[in-house]
């Protein structure tokens, strides 16, 4: 999945973040069951003579949902937002381009979308600033004014106007953004306005109806519908959002809209759409009111959001990673990095662990942790269930604050050596001044790779660190852990700035 981008042609093979709000409500219709019950003892004949003439299977009688009730009570507390700011535009920017306006669209309010993730064209030395618009919705939580949307509707604003329902406008206020979560907070002056309820995400099921009300293309008070598709959806940035994925239309216009259950309560803040055309394609994301409302609560109090951290790196635990680490099913988060200082650090967490719970909430997918600690709060003390070396063992842990700085871990010294392993590897043992220079206390040098690590993706240059979670200072060490693996070993890896576990398959 990736996020999307346009060019001059309009090709759109990219995950983007629609610029617009949406709003689903639902109801689910009654399901009536009809059969006819010939007596309470039929005979056998007049059974087979029944079972002959009848469907196989009694018909259902579905009623369509209605969802007109909760669009009318819910959609006068959905705002609509238009957003004026400014980017600057290089002066080596083609000359037909400069002194026109900004929007090569035309008057298109999803040139600002756009531009975030292409960026100006012709870069910017030396360049000169100029107006920007954006459109986006939103939904009012509290009768003084307060209100939820995206944080990317309202980045980089200078002026932020609310258009409510009854077509009164406002100025609004940016209370404070939060990009991780992309959770912002608006405030305007206004007395007695109509609020939307908040429910539960965590009490939504696959499958149920949900419902949508925004401002897709600048349509005011548009509902779309659709189902829960799945939960806990990581997408590929660095958000940590345990993001609700619908098949609600959701399209530019309709980011920092509501998303409601079929009770009428908002389980969802609409952000994100996977498209190739830069409309609905069948996939939107929304992010979990819960996560939201905390979010807008910590705004509100200090005008910004504060995120936990345990400090580890993680990788997706595979069929091959299992294997390695005699792991009976493929779930759980890898740990293939440790930062120095941090609290995982503190608590004996090590690159080759794999965490299966946190807080006795099991962790299936390695995007699970993360999202569970960004749910926590900086301070909060958890409990971890581990698996290292075929065993299972207990840590504890208190988180820190992602704002925290952690200090470079210190080089240290060893030996050297020289070898070749049955894995199409070349070692070495790294020099005392590679070690200092890469603060690294242990490792081996890839100086040649061939045949299943090769194919598996070591490269030469790359630093061996682990097997199987067992660091490794000679070509020895690794002879012996790869002797005692059936079909495959974890290799951690150092590449530049970056440790990754590289699964290789034995065999």
Do not use: C
């Amino acid at each position: 999945m990736q996020k999307q981008s346009h060019s001059g042609s309009m090709t759109l093979k990219r995950l983007t973040l629609a610029l617009a709000g949406l709003s689903v409500v639902g109801a689910i219709g009654a399901i009536a069951v009809h059969q006819n019950n010939a007596g309470a003892n039929p005979a056998p004949a007049a059974v087979a003579a029944a079972v002959a003439a009848a469907p196989a299977q009694a018909p259902l009688m579905v009623a369509l949902p209605d969802f007109s009730q909760i669009a009318a009570r819910n959609s006068p507390a959905v705002v609509n937002i238009s957003v004026t700011g400014s980017t600057k535009v290089g002066l080596d920017m083609p000359a037909q381009g400069r002194g026109q306006r900004a929007d090569p669209f035309g008057d298109d309010p999803f040139f600002e979308f756009f531009r975030r993730f292409q960026g100006p064209q012709g870069g910017n030395r030396g360049g000169r600033d100029i107006p920007t618009h954006g459109l986006g919705s939103g939904f009012i939580v509290s009768q003084d004014g307060v209100i939820i949307t995206n944080a990317h509707v309202v980045r980089d604003a200078r002026e932020v106007t609310v258009k409510l329902a009854d077509r009164r406008e406002f100025r609004a206020r940016v209370l404070g953004s939060d990009p991780k979560t992309d959770i912002a907070v608006l405030k305007i002056e206004a007395k007695n306005l109509p609020v939307v309820p908040l429910g539960e995400s965590k009490d939504l099921k696959v499958g149920e109806w949900v419902l949508a009300i925004g401002s897709p293309y600048g349509f005011d008070s548009t509902v779309t519908a659709g189902v829960v598709s799945a939960k806990g959806r990581s997408l590929p940035d660095d958000s940590n959002v345990p993001f609700i994925q619908t098949d609600v239309a959701v399209n530019p216009g309709n980011s920092g809209g509501p998303l409601f259950n079929v009770r009428g309560e908002v389980v969802g803040v609409n952000s994100q759409i996977y498209s190739q055309t830069g409309g609905f394609q069948g996939l939107s994301f929304a992010i979990p009111i819960d996560l939201a409302h905390r979010i807008k609560d910590q705004i509100v109090a200090t005008g910004k959001a504060s995120h936990a951290k345990l400090g580890v790196t993680v990788q997706e635990v595979n069929q091959g990673f299992a294997d390695s680490f005699k792991l009976a099913t493929p779930e759980g988060a890898l740990v293939a990095n440790v930062e120095p200082g941090s609290p995982a650090a503190r608590a004996g967490l090590r690159p080759g662990d794999v965490v299966r719970k946190l807080n006795g909430q099991n962790i299936v997918a390695s995007a699970d942790l993360p999202a569970l600690v960004g749910n926590a709060l900086p301070g909060d003390n958890v409990t971890m269930e581990v698996w290292r070396e075929g065993k299972t063992i207990a840590l504890a842990a208190k988180l820190g604050d992602a704002a925290d700085k952690v200090a470079d871990a210190g080089a240290g010294a060893g030996e050297a050596a020289a070898g070749k392993v049955r894995l199409g590897l070349a070692l070495r043992a790294l020099q005392p001044d590679e070690r200092r220079d890469a603060g690294l206390n242990s490792g081996l040098v890839v100086e040649d790779a061939n045949g299943a690590a090769a194919y598996a993706g070591v490269q030469p240059g790359d630093v061996l660190l682990s097997v199987n979670g067992k660091p490794v200072n000679s070509v020895e060490q690794v002879r012996e852990v790869v002797a005692k693996s059936a079909r495959s070993v974890a290799l951690l890896i150092q590449r530049g700035a970056e440790r990754i576990f590289i699964p290789v398959r034995l065999g």
